[in-house]
């Protein structure tokens, strides 16, 4: 059996799946976004908590995702066995690009345009959200596409603690040695990777002209 | 504030009261400038980088804060005033204008009316009147982003800028120091005129002294942070100071050099 006729066959459980990864990675972006964001813009001008904050979430992401997994399972509240832990170590995950492209891109604002905007009387509310967020906002968005993409892919290796996703069939066809299986997981989660990596970088081409 | 518009024009226009600016670590780059600058004058600070006039100027606008004495605008201490109330009575050019290149020129320019919320039919007449003001066709400049400008133009848009809610005092930070010779000669002249007419109170940075005979009704020469001496255009070549005659010196072998470049 061919992988594309594993899909074919079984359409009702690839659906269910690829449904499960979508919401995996969108609720562990939401949570990266909402965390990364803020912190990124607070951490332009704290230059020793930057240093700080970037390392620990740089050594974040040098924790093989698997372990990562397993070392979230025992801790009560966002621990156990299923799609919490997950989404919690996926979020982990993104956070890193999300931090250092949002700090790089307004760190990197033509410092000539920051002065005469403060110069002119705006606040520093108007200069972060009429001038920095705006000009930031390409380099924002390239360190959002990074961290979706990576979120994808790790969200296969979510399946070994029972979070569902494309990565169950990747685990099932392991345990089956069977290729076409694993197969039947990784192909639909790298289109789906393509995808999001297309959709995002549309919108920070539609962004970067406007 | 109409109150502020009305003590500036009922008064002189800036005066530094034994002004020291130092960064944290304690290096002074600025110590116990006295300064006064009348209204409707062309104030030149002129020196070397490191001299202090940038700082100077940004403790008027309270870009910086001294570390000690007072900067009084309008007979009041600038420390007084809310620095964004301050700052948008208060124009401002920088060297390369800053301009905000996500926006037209019509909205740059419009910046500080529509920051302190003018009807958009305002806005529009008086982007367009300073935009003739500075040489730019409104219909033909209005809409274009700051990428397809040229140097000179750019510098014109900020000029616009600073000018659209009409302040009483500007501040100009080396405007025409990044442009070619001919540009930079052109806007001077333009420049001139346009102060003479505006009656601002203006304090122009510069290391040019050339740009300094040209333009200043005063200059005001600064060495590593302190006031060598006030000096009238006329009366400059002529002082006796060693900084004064370095840059005098530097006029005469300026010529050969100009041509080279």
Known sequence: MNWYEFLLRNPHEVFARTLEHIGLVGASMAIALAIGLPVGVALVRRAALRRWVLGAANIVQTIPSLALFGFLIPVPWIGGVGASTAIVALSLYALLPILQNTCTGIMEVDPAVVESARGMGMTPRQVLWQVQMPLAAPVMIAGIRVATVISIGVTTIAAAIGAGGLGVFIFRGVAMVNNQVILAGAIPAAFLAIAADLALGFLGRSIARR | ?261
């Open chain 2, 1 to 261: 504030m109409p109150l502020l518009t009305d003590r500036l024009q009922n008064s002189y226009g800036l005066e530094f009261r034994e002004v020291d600016y130092r960064l944290p670590s304690g290096a002074a780059l600025l110590s116990g400038l006295n300064l006064k600058i009348a209204r409707g004058e062309t104030l030149i600070l002129l020196g070397r980088s490191g001299s202090g006039k940038t700082t100077t100027l940004k403790l008027v606008n309270r870009l910086l804060e001294p570390t000690a004495g007072e900067i009084l605008v309008a007979g009041r201490s600038n420390g007084s005033w809310d620095p964004i109330e301050l700052r948008r009575k208060i124009g401002y050019v920088i060297q390369d204008a800053g301009l905000f290149p996500h926006w037209t020129v019509e909205r740059n320019v419009g910046l500080v009316p529509t920051l302190e919320g003018w009807p958009a039919e305002k806005i529009r007449a008086r982007t367009q009147e300073v935009l003739s003001l500075v040489g730019l066709s409104p219909s033909q400049f209005a809409g274009r982003r700051s990428s397809e400008l040229s140097g000179g133009q750019r510098q014109r848009v900020g000029v616009a800028r600073a000018l659209a809610a009409d302040p009483p005092i500007l501040l100009m930070d080396e405007p025409f120091g990044a442009l070619d010779p001919v540009t930079r000669a052109g806007l001077q002249k333009e420049f001139r005129a346009l102060a003479m007419r505006l009656q601002k109170t203006i304090v122009f940075v510069t290391h040019d002294v050339r740009e300094a005979l040209f333009l200043g009704t005063r200059i005001a020469l600064l060495e590593t942070g302190r006031l060598v001496g006030i000096y009238a255009p006329a009366d400059f070549l002529k002082a006796r100071e060693p900084e004064a005659r370095a840059f005098a010196a530097s006029l005469e072998t300026d010529g050969g050099h100009e041509e080279a470049r």
